[in-house]
């Protein structure tokens, strides 16, 4: 009896037939590295987990596999690439059915074991196990799979970028309890975030590894978990969103406690499916708003974004395995050589944002930049949205911290120098005393305190208030003579100060 997984979230598919495809006739172009590839087990031990088949009580902690494609140097001897069925190996393990004979996976998970598939599992892929890391540094990327997917979905994907100079990492999505999820999509969202997390952390062992630009990648439900785990991890640096659900579900995605839209101020492209066609919405009775609506996207305002739809691609064909796998739609799917084209056209843009983005390729930047069709795509294959983040308010706390790099030494400068640039920058009166006085009554930064009150007073030549502080500044530091001309320039303003009168009779005295 054939094991039932859930490879989408949208919708069932049905009406259908089988193709003959190839792993080659995607055609993607590798870069200038030997693709290595690692795959092991490692352990979360603040978490625990049960395996669901051995069908115990027993807690161990979280199994998190791990699959790495890694730059390995072209002159390295190796023997074979991996074969398909090495990946479908490693499926097979994350599904916790080690055992199981390899010529019953097809029949087993998720595909039909049709000649053509069965071709498909000695396919040569671009990878090779376990060789040597290249001696620098790549950025990092983390992959997050579909809804219960495996680590290795998107392999083709995953070795194309590897060969471009990235370290691309994957764990499975698995159930926070078991491999299976709950019903309560908002934990398992959760679970796979820091899954996410671990695997950053992982990776962070690896000399190879830039940890100061990682991104992150998903499909399907891994779009969720992405979004939350950028919300909460400065250093993660840009998002890629292969159809993700986080515009599917965008409400279950706002129920998360770090659900918070100031904070995902990343660089942001989301790749979509086609349009649902009017027969597939009413025969699987869905929504017909999934077509048009993109409530992240929309909803962004500091960072760039980027929406692509595919007109050639439904939501299986965003990884490699629904590719060359998954069963088609006679109602919806296109033939197989647009579905391979424009994969590789998925895979095109998703290495020219990340080496825009990451590696500050100019040329990258403006091949994403661009419209579609001065890339060499036609208007049936792709279309394109870009959103610019909103122009940026320079706040005080922005100035407040150029004045810190500078040790707030030349702040009148740095002052004319911001405003030139933000017109619109307001460095209020009540503030900048505040500031002054938090810095002058602290011994290690009084000198800082006496500046910020040199600059206010500059800016605000007729307040007494400021003078005043000054003075106190001064006064507190032992500079009475300072102190004195400040109190004294302070009753000029507002001879009804009843502290500079004080004050001055005391240094008088």
Not at 123 to 135: D, N, V
Not at 307 to 316: A, E, M, Q, V
Not at 361 to 367: G, I
Not at 468 to 497: C, H, I, P, T, V
Request: proline fraction near 4%; charge should be neutral.
């Amino acid at each position: 009896m054939k094991l039932r997984v859930l490879f989408t979230l949208l919708f069932c598919q049905y009406s259908i037939f089988f193709g003959q495809t190839s792993l080659k006739d995607i055609n993607l172009e590798n870069g200038k590295y030997k693709v290595g590839f690692r795959h092991y087990v490692a352990h979360d031990s603040t978490r625990t987990y049960t395996r669901i088949f051995d069908y115990n009580n027993e807690k161990i902690a979280r199994p998190i596999p791990i699959s790495i494609w890694y730059p390995s140097d072209n002159d390295v001897n190796v023997s074979e690439a991996m074969t398909i069925l090495e990946y479908l190996e490693i499926l097979k393990e994350e599904e916790e059915w080690e055992h199981l004979p390899n010529e019953q996976i097809l029949n087993w998970f998720y595909y039909p074991n049709t000649p053509e598939n069965q071709t498909h599992l000695k396919e040569r892929t671009t990878s090779y196990l376990q060789t040597p890391f290249a001696s620098k540094k790549f950025p990092v990327i983390v992959y997050a799979p579909s809804y219960q997917a495996s680590s290795i979905e998107n392999f083709a994907l995953c070795e194309y970028l590897a060969s471009h100079g990235y370290v691309v990492v994957s764990s499975p999505s698995r159930g926070t309890e078991t491999r299976q999820f709950s019903a309560n999509n908002v934990k398992e969202m959760e679970t796979q975030s820091r899954d996410v997390e671990f695997v950053m952390n992982e990776v962070s062992k690896y000399p190879v590894c830039n940890m100061n630009k990682i991104a992150t990648m998903g499909f399907s439900f891994g779009g969720l978990s992405n979004t939350i785990a950028a919300m909460r991890n400065e250093n993660i640096k840009a998002v890629v969103s292969l159809d993700g659900t986080e515009r599917y579900q965008y409400q279950l995605l706002q129920k998360s406690p770090f659900f918070n839209l100031d904070k995902f101020n990343v660089p942001y492209m989301h790749m979509a499916q086609k349009r649902i066609p009017e027969q597939v919405l009413k025969e699987n009775k869905i929504n017909p708003e999934l077509n048009t609506k993109f409530e992240l996207f929309d909803s962004i305002s500091k960072s760039s974004g980027y929406k692509l739809r595919f007109h050639n691609l439904t939501h299986p064909h965003f990884s490699a395995l629904g590719v060359l796998f998954h069963k088609r739609d006679k109602r919806q799917d296109k033939n197989d050589k647009e579905i391979m084209g424009s994969y590789k056209w998925l895979s095109v843009y998703t290495l020219n944002f990340l080496n825009a983005y990451l590696k500050n390729n100019q040329k990258a930047l403006k091949f994403v930049d661009n419209n579609p069709m001065d890339n060499g795509l036609s208007e049936r294959l792709v279309d394109q949205i870009k959103k610019n983040p909103e122009p940026k308010v320079f706040t005080f706390k922005d100035f407040n911290e150029k004045a810190y790099k500078q040790d707030y030494k030349n702040l009148f400068e740095l002052y004319q120098e911001t405003k030139q640039k933000n017109p619109d920058l307001e460095l209020p009166e009540r503030e900048l005393n505040t500031l002054g006085l938090q810095f002058v009554f602290n011994k290690k930064r009084s000198t800082q305190g006496i500046n910020v009150f040199l600059l206010a007073t500059k800016l605000y030549p007729n307040s007494a208030n400021l003078f005043d502080s000054l003075a106190e500044g001064y006064l507190f530091m032992g500079e009475k003579e300072k102190a004195r001309e400040s109190f004294e320039k302070s009753l000029e303003l507002n001879a009804q100060n009843q502290n500079a009168i004080f004050r001055l009779q005391q240094l008088n005295k």
